[in-house]
């Protein structure tokens, strides 16, 4: 049953079978729903973190039509049965899975189909109404919920395949499949998403193609730039813009699918998309790892990539820190002892002993040159899944200390670690937590500080330092989550005037009202 390990690995110790088993379930704690499926139903309140007037006092609203009767009229026989309106039932999407911003949208609407978004947008640009799509509300910047009162346009109902070709492995669905879904179903005729992410199990293919979500497996199957073929977009004036190609190769001058990959629904609504999908590994292998310091695990990662070359399919860190917070708040177990950072190494392969031959050399090798100290490597699926369970839950962990200071940067790998041992002496005992953990293969830092509650003090010594940090090593200031709400005014930091510039004239061009996602992505 266990794979022998060799001596050299003489530290490995065996995973534990986990007592807790990763939930898939929405849990209310506190009031606070904190797993990352969507909290959509279940009874949610906010209190205390009720902040989007608190932090963001600044921004106004824009000017927009209000809601009338009519309105509603016009909707309720667009979409028969498909308008929700009752407040109990906004909340959900009214509210962040940060729980930092709320909205006040007094109307939801569910199109089924594309030419039901083009009525609705046609209609809203005519009267002036804003609106902000949405597809599973799991994004970190406030991008998919409503600021003010502006309309949300659900993809709930947007679900259906529309085509697979298992040759080629190209998929054809509606914006609103849900990626594990998605992933299921093709895992049925071996292949799989080329995208996989904490929020799998509620999060949109639009909103994933919307914010050019990068997620655990970036490292082998690139981002969805590459692996999107097509598009099919709705413009705010009511066209249809149908990109939905699914030719690997099309030079037919401007490849206008790119706009809408990334621009989190501020220049169009992705209502269907075709993905390029690799083929599911027939092997896939996990292992844990301990290492002593950042420079160790920079090693790790450049040996992995030599020795496991194109079977390496994931290279993930997270700190003691992170480990500690998900001890504490989600009760998971450490399957090794305590370490100052810890690497999650995934291959994917189609020969199972092949693969754990190269596996284990490497490990033989890192551990051999005392770079790795200890580790586990996973023995069947149910402890793969705990493995990848302790890096993915953090985010879910770390919602329970209160208040969650959250940055996703993207930095040149050997600056990758030096933020965060600066942030640590600069917040020193004013925090509950800092903590990083991240996309080691793709350079991307997510960087989190906690406080009991929001801390206008703690967040004036994190911002703008971190930005004008990351700014002068020449990172990104949101490698993988968007801009969304909260991030749009640090654009700056990331692009040039000229280039923001050119973004302002994009979005006069494609929406001349504003009324697609306003107040996101573009600085005021
Ligand atoms: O919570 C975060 O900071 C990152 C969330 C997500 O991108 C992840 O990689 O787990
Ligand atoms: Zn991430």
């Known amino acids: 049953m266990k ?252 490849d206008l699918k790119q706009l809408f990959i990334g621009s989190e629904g501020t220049l169009g609504m992705v209502t269907s998309v075709s993905i390029l999908c690799p083929r599911r590994p027939k092997a896939v292998n996990v292992a844990f790892l301990g290492v002593e310091n950042f420079e160790a695990a920079l090693q790790t990662f450049q040996l992995c990539k030599g020795m496991l070359a194109e079977i390496l399919s994931a290279c993930e860190f997270m700190d003691q820190e992170s480990m500690q917070c998900i001890q504490e708040n989600l009760k998971l177990t450490n399957p090794i002892k305590s370490y100052p950072l810890y690497i999650l190494i995934e291959t994917s392969g189609s020969h199972g002993s092949h693969d754990e031959e190269k596996l284990n050399a490497f490990l033989e090798a890192a551990m051999g040159k005392g770079i790795v100290q200890d580790g586990t490597i996973a023995m069947d699926v149910t402890q793969r899944q705990n493995i990848w369970g302790l890096r993915e839950r953090i985010a879910e962990g770390l919602l329970h200390d209160g208040y969650n200071y959250k940055y996703d940067i993207s930095l040149p790998l050997p600056k990758l670690y030096e933020i965060v041992e600066d942030m640590r002496q600069r917040l020193g005992s004013k925090v509950t937590r800092v903590v990083s953990y991240g996309h080691l293969g793709d350079g991307n830092l997510h960087f989190n500080v906690t406080t009991p509650e929001y801390n206008k003090e703690v967040l004036g010594l994190i911002e703008p330092y971190i930005y004008e940090w990351t700014s002068q090593v020449r990172g990104s200031v949101s490698a993988e989550h968007g801009l969304g709400f909260k991030k749009r005014d640090c654009i700056r930091y990331s692009k040039e005037p000229n280039a923001v510039k050119m973004m302002v004239k994009m979005k006069k061009l494609f929406d001349p009202n504003g009324i697609l996602n306003p107040y996101k992505t573009i600085p005021l």
């Not at 009031?31 to 600044?58: D, K, N």
């Not at 299921?184 to 994933?208: T, V």
């Open 3 to 254: 794979r022998v390990c060799t001596r050299q690995f003489r530290n490995l110790t065996r995973l534990r079978s986990f007592g807790e088993v990763r939930e898939k379930i929405s849990r209310s704690i506190n009031h606070v729903c904190l797993s990352r499926r969507s909290f959509h139903g279940s009874a949610c309140r906010l209190g205390e973190l009720e902040l989007t007037s608190v932090r963001y006092p600044h921004v106004q609203r824009g000017k927009y039509a209000t809601l009338t009767e009519k309105d509603v009229d016009f909707f309720q026989k667009l979409l028969p049965q498909r308008v929700l309106q009752d407040p109990s039932e906004l909340d959900g999407y009214n509210i962040d899975w940060m729980r930092t911003v709320r909205g006040n949208s007094q109307m939801v609407l569910r199109p089924k189909t594309t030419s039901e978004v083009a009525e609705i947008l046609k209609y809203c640009n005519e009267r002036h109404l804003a609106v902000v799509p949405q597809g599973g509300n799991t994004g970190l910047v406030g991008g998919s919920v409503p600021v003010f009162d502006e309309i949300v346009i659900s993809t709930q109902l947007m679900n259906q395949i529309i085509s697979l070709d298992e040759v080629s492995g190209i998929v054809v669905c509606q914006s609103g499949c849900i990626l594990e879904t998605l992933d299921n179903y093709l895992a049925e005729r071996e292949l799989m998403m080329p995208l996989d992410l904490g929020a799998k199990g509620s999060c949109h293919i639009g909103g994933n193609v919307s914010t050019n979500a990068g997620g655990l497996r970036l490292l082998r199957y690139g981002s969805l730039h590459g692996s999107v073929l097509g598009v099919e977009a709705v413009l705010a004036s009511g066209e249809i813009v149908d990109c939905l190609s699914s030719l690997r190769k099309d030079n037919t001058g401007y």
